[in-house]
């Protein structure tokens, strides 16, 4: 019988040192809470794509500097032939700069080439992606939701922390 309610006093006392009171003398031990719903919180960001493709582009391959020279002095020569003395001389230099002109454009419109050219423009798209879950569990008929980085399954037990204090 002695041995009986040794083994009685005891057992509360292994009991109690399994659990630790905290500094305000509250009971604090862990349990299992059950998991009722996950819900995933979504994170939403406009993601940077950059879409390029191959266009043919027709341009200049002359930037019109031999046509200037040549139609200047052809421009020259011809205005030249014009006119005698004074005359001679403004004859010579506006068929220089006419020439030139001219010759330019010449150039320019004849020196045409398709050159293949890469245009890219930048476009956003919205994704969305789960930041973490609002995990509501069930202790003994009371309902916490908690906020967890992975979704652990319906039903399963997440172990919990539990505090205890006398109510004044």
């Known amino acids: 019988m002695r041995k009986t309610v040794l083994a009685l006093l005891i057992a509360p006392s292994v009991v109690f040192a399994q659990n630790a009171l905290t500094p305000n003398n509250q009971l604090q031990f862990h349990d299992g809470a059950r998991v009722v719903s996950v819900e995933p919180i979504f994170a939403v960001q406009n993601v940077p ?80 992606s789960p930041e973490g879950y609002n995990t509501t569990l069930e202790y003994h008929g009371r309902y916490l939701t908690i906020r967890t980085n992975h979704p652990p399954q319906i039903g399963s037990t997440l172990s919990v922390n539990v505090y205890v204090s006398p109510q004044n």
Do not use: E, F, L
């Open 49 to 128: 794509t950059q879409s390029c493709r191959q266009v043919s582009v027709v341009g200049p391959s002359s930037d019109g500097t031999t046509g200037t020279v040549i139609g200047g002095v052809a421009g020259g020569i011809i205005g030249n032939q014009v006119g005698g003395g004074v005359g001679k001389g403004i004859a010579t230099a506006i068929g220089a700069v006419t020439g030139a002109v001219v010759g330019s454009k010449i150039d320019k419109s004849m020196s045409q080439q398709s050159q293949v050219q890469t245009q890219c423009h930048t476009t956003y798209q919205t994704v969305s």
